[in-house]
């Protein structure tokens, strides 16, 4: 009788790691990222919160991995304070939620400082970011006021909408519909397959856009909507993180290692849109 009891049990066991597993896969299935989502935040432990379909600053490496501006810069800053870094991809509406509940540590992704001064405890502004229109190259669009009339994309919660929304409000009023995308690669398909007439981007990610080989036939418009600061973003209150980071920052300034970073996103503008100190 024990032994029948022992065998149930052992059975029973079994099944709960199959479903253990399987739960884990559907997990993964659905975009879970169990290298990173299991990870104990301690103070070994650095989480960087960053979109990943945002070039150059966070994307994939087309292996698995994630790469970007702010990804190296973020790894550099844990060598030196032999923290392990864990990156992070996250919906970029759930960033606030994330932050607060300490799933990540910062946000840091090309993330916006402007209207967002009281949101979060900041680091100093490291780019200068403007925000301009891609459009294909036969559109006959050469100007902003050529968008009058015409569909155009954006992220949504991006700077760009913010300021079509905003202090440029005058122009996105002129286009015959300003639509709302998940991403900027939804909108750079639309735009190429003439679902759209221009996608307003941020200016490093259209760089990147317009200088994929698979993106032929497009360019940038050389006016720009607007311009923003892009620095970490760390919860409020969150002082000690930021300033140790902000230390580690000033010193990479200090011998170079922040222009040598940059030069090899030199293709995105980067170098260029660097604060320099």
Do not use: H
Not at 177 to 191: H, R
Request: proline letters at 1%; a negative charge; glycine letters at 10%.
């Amino acid at each position: 009788m024990n032994r029948k009891i022992g065998v149930i049990l052992a059975l029973v066991l079994v099944a709960f790691l199959v479903m253990g597993s399987a739960s884990a896969g559907l997990f993964d299935f659905l975009g879970g990222n169990s290298n990173s989502r299991n990870v104990t935040n301690d103070n070994n432990t650095f989480i960087v919160g960053f979109d990943a379909e945002f070039p150059p600053y966070g994307f994939s490496d087309g292996k698995g991995g994630y790469q970007g501006f702010d990804l190296d810069l973020a790894q550099e800053v844990c060598n030196r304070n032999n923290w392990t870094l864990v990156k992070q991809p996250i919906d970029w509406d759930a960033k606030d939620s994330e932050l607060n509940s300490g799933t990540i540590d910062c946000i840091w992704n090309g993330f916006t400082i402007n209207g967002r001064e009281k949101d979060y405890t900041w680091s100093d502004a490291y780019i200068d970011n403007k925000q301009v229109v891609v459009v294909k190259e036969d559109s006959g669009i050469n100007s902003l006021d050529d968008l009058k009339g015409k569909t155009v994309e954006t992220q949504k919660d991006s700077s760009a909408l913010a300021a079509l929304k905003g202090d440029n409000k005058t122009l996105g009023d002129s286009f015959a519909k300003l639509v709302e995308v998940a991403d900027y690669n939804t909108g750079i398909m639309d735009l190429k397959s003439g679902a759209c007439d221009a996608v307003a981007l941020d200016i490093g990610v259209a760089q990147y856009q317009v200088s994929n080989g698979n993106n032929t036939g497009l360019k940038i418009l050389n006016d720009s909507i607007s311009s923003e600061q892009y620095g970490i973003g760390f919860k409020l209150g969150n002082t000690a993180l930021k300033d140790q980071v902000q230390k580690t920052l000033d010193e990479m300034y200090a011998d170079g290692t922040v222009a040598k970073i940059a030069e090899n996103y030199s293709s995105y503008g980067v170098p260029g849109s660097l604060i320099q100190k």
